[in-house]
């Protein structure tokens, strides 16, 4: 499968790639039986052994004499008992689109479950995911100036404790708990904006800690405007929680 990117090749580094995979679950978390857990231990927990990775194999392409475009996410993500990951976010982003793909790959990863004293548990635990792509320019007349992305080897992924850090957990300025929801977390700093007036970008923060359906709410004029959806949309975050599962919330930036 081929994702065609919207950017110039100056600014690869902010478009999307494509895994070449198979269509396959979604990075959202469902919703079964038994869950949320009433119990997530962690992998350096007396007693627990660690699940065991089991990547899916995704389709790549050694293209000769491409422009690399590669990066690690390190993803925080919950292995169920069945041996399926959920509630996947982002504990070290990228700032691009290799954090989307590092989603993909993980919400299409299995593994054999962990457990505790023997019996299969829900065990949270850090997740990296190092990642090569290969950026060459798309060709075809329609297209011209647009680039693709192709993955050149399969992902390597390595299971790490979660470090006691990553239950930090400091609010969005503005923002206060409200009804039993812990708000969204910035993860990375938000670029500044040279002006004098004021825009506002309403963005909905999902259950990953990805800003989608970006709107603007202030408008100051169509450039200003642009950069500040621009810097949004590389905004990564811990997603808001509700009874201890993340969930997807609507948040206003201002600039």
Same mark, same amino acid.
Request: glycine fraction near 6%; aromatic fraction near 6%.
């Given at each position: 499968m081929?994702?065609?990117f919207l950017f110039?090749?100056?600014a690869? @580094?902010? *478009?999307?790639?494509?895994?070449g995979? !198979? $269509?396959?679950?979604?990075?959202?978390?469902p919703?079964?039986? +038994?869950?949320?857990?009433s119990?997530?231990v962690?992998?350096?927990d007396?007693g627990v052994?660690?699940p065991e990775l089991?990547p899916?194999t995704?389709k790549?392409d050694?293209?000769?004499?491409?422009r690399k475009?590669?990066?690690?996410?390190l @993803?925080? *993500?919950?292995i169920?008992?069945?041996? !399926? $990951?959920?509630?996947?976010?982002?504990?070290?982003?990228?700032g +691009?689109?290799l954090?989307?793909?590092a989603?993909e790959?993980?919400?299409h990863?299995r593994?054999?479950?962990g457990?505790l004293n023997g019996a299969?548990?829900?065990v949270?635990l850090?997740?990296?995911?190092k990642?090569?792509f290969c950026v060459?320019p798309?060709?075809a007349?329609a297209?011209?100036?647009?680039f693709s992305?192709k993955?050149?080897?399969q992902?390597?992924?390595?299971?790490?404790p979660?470090?006691?850090d990553?239950d930090s957990s400091v609010p969005?300025?503005?923002?206060k708990?409200?009804?039993?929801?812990?708000?969204?977390v910035p993860?990375n700093?938000?670029e500044?904006?040279n002006?004098?007036a004021e825009?506002?970008?309403?963005?909905?923060?999902?259950e990953?800690?990805?800003?989608e359906d970006?709107k603007?709410?202030k408008s100051v004029n169509a450039?200003?405007?642009?950069a500040?959806?621009?810097?949004?949309?590389?905004?990564?975050?811990?997603?808001a929680?509700k009874?201890g599962?993340?969930i997807?919330?609507?948040?206003?930036?201002?600039?």
């Amino acid at each position: 499968m081929r994702r065609e990117f919207l950017f110039a090749l100056l600014a690869f @580094l902010a *478009v999307p790639a494509t895994m070449g995979q !198979q $269509a396959g679950p979604s990075a959202s978390t469902p919703q079964v039986a +038994n869950y949320p857990f009433s119990t997530i231990v962690r992998l350096d927990d007396a007693g627990v052994t660690a699940p065991e990775l089991v990547p899916a194999t995704l389709k790549t392409d050694q293209v000769p004499h491409c422009r690399k475009w590669d990066g690690t996410v390190l @993803l925080s *993500v919950v292995i169920d008992p069945s041996g !399926q $990951a959920r509630e996947i976010y982002f504990l070290r982003p990228t700032g +691009n689109d290799l954090d989307k793909e590092a989603l993909e790959i993980a919400a299409h990863d299995r593994f054999k479950p962990g457990s505790l004293n023997g019996a299969p548990v829900a065990v949270g635990l850090a997740l990296q995911v190092k990642m090569e792509f290969c950026v060459e320019p798309v060709t075809a007349d329609a297209n011209m100036g647009n680039f693709s992305a192709k993955l050149r080897s399969q992902p390597e992924q390595t299971i790490r404790p979660l470090s006691k850090d990553h239950d930090s957990s400091v609010p969005v300025l503005g923002l206060k708990p409200n009804k039993g929801v812990m708000p969204p977390v910035p993860l990375n700093d938000l670029e500044p904006l040279n002006g004098n007036a004021e825009c506002v970008v309403s963005v909905l923060i999902d259950e990953h800690g990805m800003p989608e359906d970006l709107k603007i709410v202030k408008s100051v004029n169509a450039e200003f405007d642009r950069a500040a959806l621009t810097a949004v949309s590389h905004e990564r975050y811990k997603p808001a929680i509700k009874d201890g599962v993340p969930i997807a919330v609507r948040i206003e930036r201002t600039f």
